[in-house]
Structure formats: structure tokens, C-alpha cells
């Protein structure tokens, strides 16, 4: 297998850029597949590893999304973003505010208009990249755990949503020390 190609997140722009990716990318969740596709788009900002926005048409049929219409954000390129849950079917098991899409986005970003773009840490399932686990951005770690009736634990603390790969190279935005970048 040939070596990766390395891309320094000190040479991503801003504003961020908006691409296809060719990428291969997979989310398991208790060894289902929770999500397949190759037709993601990424989206690239100094600094950050990429964040991916897999269509919705990717999630398995064993999934249920739901709209959470009391959580919002604003992105000053993307617009505001909708969050989800996600319900696994076969056990009950939810999943709160951990996915999120821009179902009205920007100009510039309306190729991601109803994508799904999901957090890689604390979370049931795991995220794959040409068949690489990711880790998720620093920034984006549980600080607080609230427990509900019939859901996963919610955590406190997620602000990021990068995944990074083996490839990624420069100082990323999200640990101690970077927030004022």
C-alpha cells in the first residue's frame, strides 16, 4: 500500500473550502454498519482536520434520525445548523445532539444543504476513513455526563467535529492553549 500523501492543516484556507471527497467513509455502531458512503464532502479550514458531511441517504435503514428542534448553532460560514438524534432501531438506544446538518445553509455551502456531519468522540460508534479509525478533533471531549430514561449518556463539551487521520500533519486547533487561534 502506498504511503499517504501528508496535508498540513496550516495550509487548509480560510474561509474554509467546501470539496467532494473521494473518500471511503464508514460508521459501525455494535458492529453494524451505521453509515457507507463515497460520496462525502469534506470541508477544510486552517488549523483543523477535516469535517465530513456524509449524505443522509448513507445511513442505514436500522437508524432513525430525529430533528432536534430545541438545539441550534451558528457557523459564520456555514449558517445555522440543525442537530439530531439518532435512535438504533434493534436495541432503543438513542443518541442526543451528536449529528448535526445545515438544512438551510449559505451560499457557498449548499452542497452540504441536508448532509449529516457526525462528532467521533464518546459516542457508541466508531468512524472510518479509507478504513482507518479516526480520533476526533481535540475540543470536543465529554466534561460532564447526564444520564436520561432509554438514551446514551449525554456528554457536556463537544464544540468540534474534525476527524483526524494518519495523514494530518501541523498543530490543530481544539487542544489547551488554542482556543483564542
Not at 435503514?61 to 438524534?85: H, M, N
Not at 448535526?100 to 457557498?108: K, L, N, Q, R, V
Request: glycine letters at 8%; aromatic letters at 14%; a neutral charge.
Amino acid at each position: 500500500m502506498a504511503a499517504k500523501i501528508k496535508l498540513n492543516v496550516q495550509n487548509f484556507p480560510r474561509p474554509p473550502l467546501l470539496e467532494k471527497t473521494p473518500r471511503h467513509l464508514v460508521l459501525r455502531w455494535n458492529g453494524q454498519t451505521l453509515a457507507d458512503t463515497k460520496s462525502a464532502y469534506w470541508v477544510l479550514e486552517t488549523t483543523h482536520p477535516p469535517t465530513y458531511y456524509l449524505p443522509r441517504n448513507s445511513v442505514s435503514d436500522s437508524f432513525k434520525l430525529t430533528q432536534v428542534p430545541e438545539k441550534a448553532s451558528l457557523c459564520e460560514w456555514k449558517g445555522r445548523a440543525t442537530y439530531w438524534d439518532l435512535t438504533d432501531k434493534s436495541t432503543g438506544q438513542t443518541v442526543t445532539n451528536k449529528i448535526w446538518s445545515y438544512e438551510s445553509p449559505t451560499p457557498a455551502f449548499t452542497s452540504i444543504k441536508g448532509y449529516l456531519s457526525f462528532y467521533a468522540s464518546g459516542m457508541p460508534w466508531e468512524c472510518f476513513v479509507d478504513d482507518e479509525k479516526v480520533a476526533p478533533q481535540e475540543g470536543e471531549q465529554p466534561t460532564e455526563t447526564t444520564w436520561r430514561p432509554n438514551l446514551i449518556p449525554l456528554f457536556i463539551g463537544d464544540y468540534y467535529g474534525g476527524w483526524v487521520t494518519s495523514e494530518l500533519e501541523g498543530p490543530m486547533k481544539g487542544g489547551p492553549g488554542t482556543w483564542g487561534w
